[in-house]
Each structure stands twice: as structure tokens, then as C-alpha cells.
């Protein structure tokens, strides 16, 4: 006796992510199979350097090296905020963003919900199929603000949801 437990197989497709299999095939019900598989692609299925990052944040000597060292960081975009002993400060929410076909930029398919995995939605690739991220430079930051300080808290960072279109400012961060 299994005690109720079902083995699960999880098939990985290869541009889309881990496909998700109905919860409980022997209940009868139809589950995501009635929605056409649903896979989940995300930056942490990536490889990434986010060690890279926090090791070389230890070894910082200023601002400049904290911008650089969090330049490694790909998954799970925080709120880093940083200073140094001559009194610089930085904000650099650095994280991979995959850019996405334009289909996927609309308000009635957007990046927000679940996408059909027909071609049209698909991450942006390069000539060699590698997927393409947000240059670090359109990824909002900031150094050395006029005001003097910094402020961070999960906020809208380029104010993109001030009109309700989270999907007019040519980058798009989320939707929340």
C-alpha cells in the first residue's frame, strides 16, 4: 500500500519548462491535461551565477563593485540596496527578465497569465537559441540619488502601473 500516494511523472519540455501532470489521474477528474499540459518556464530553470554574486558582494570595496557583483544575480529579483564608507548608496534590483515575442505583450494574453504554447508567446531567443534578458542598463536602478536616500519596499519601480497598462512602458516588471 502506497498509503494514497501516486508516482507523478514530470516531463521537462525543453523551451517551455516543466510540464504539470493532472494531480490525481486515478480520481476521475480531468486535470490540467484539459488545458493542454501546462508547463511553467522560468529564469530559475537557468543556469545562473547567483553565487557568483553574494560571493563577490563579500568581496566588494564600494559602489561600484556592488553594482557589478549583483550584475551576476539571475533569479528571484530583491530589492538589494547598497553603500560604502564614502557614503555612496545604490538600488539594484538585478535580476535575469526574459524578453517576450510581442503577442505575449497584450492585455488580452499577457505576460501575467498562462500562455498557449503555440510559438507566438515564446521568450525572446538569440541567433543561437539562447533566450534574451533585459539589458542590465533598462533595468531600474539607481546611485547616488539627488534626494540623498533611497526608499524600497516591492514598489512599482518606473511607475508602470500608474495608468493601469503595465504594458506601455516598453519594460515590463509585473503586473501588481
Not at 494514497?4 to 517551455?16: A, F, L, N, S
Not at 492585455?107 to 538569440?126: M, R, V
Amino acid at each position: 500500500d502506497s498509503g494514497g500516494m501516486v508516482d507523478v511523472t514530470i516531463e521537462i519540455v525543453p523551451h517551455h519548462g516543466p510540464q504539470v501532470p493532472d494531480p490525481d489521474p486515478s480520481d476521475g477528474i480531468t486535470g490540467l491535461e484539459s488545458v493542454g499540459n501546462m508547463t511553467f518556464r522560468w529564469t530559475g530553470h537557468q543556469v545562473t551565477r547567483d553565487v557568483a554574486a553574494f560571493y563577490d558582494l563579500m568581496q566588494s570595496d564600494g559602489i561600484d563593485d556592488f553594482f557589478q557583483a549583483l550584475s551576476s544575480f539571475g533569479v528571484g529579483a530583491q530589492n538589494f540596496v547598497g553603500a560604502d564608507s564614502a557614503g555612496n548608496i545604490g538600488y539594484y534590483p538585478h535580476a535575469l527578465v526574459p524578453l517576450r515575442a510581442a503577442a505575449a505583450m497584450t492585455a488580452e494574453l499577457g505576460p501575467y497569465s498562462p500562455l498557449p504554447g503555440t510559438g507566438e508567446y515564446e521568450w525572446l531567443t538569440d541567433a543561437q537559441g539562447n533566450p534574451r534578458f533585459l539589458p542590465d542598463d533598462r533595468i531600474p536602478q539607481t546611485r547616488n540619488p539627488e534626494r540623498g536616500w533611497l526608499v524600497t519596499a516591492n514598489n512599482d519601480q518606473i511607475g508602470s502601473i500608474n495608468d493601469n497598462d503595465p504594458l506601455d512602458d516598453g519594460i515590463y516588471l509585473g503586473w501588481d
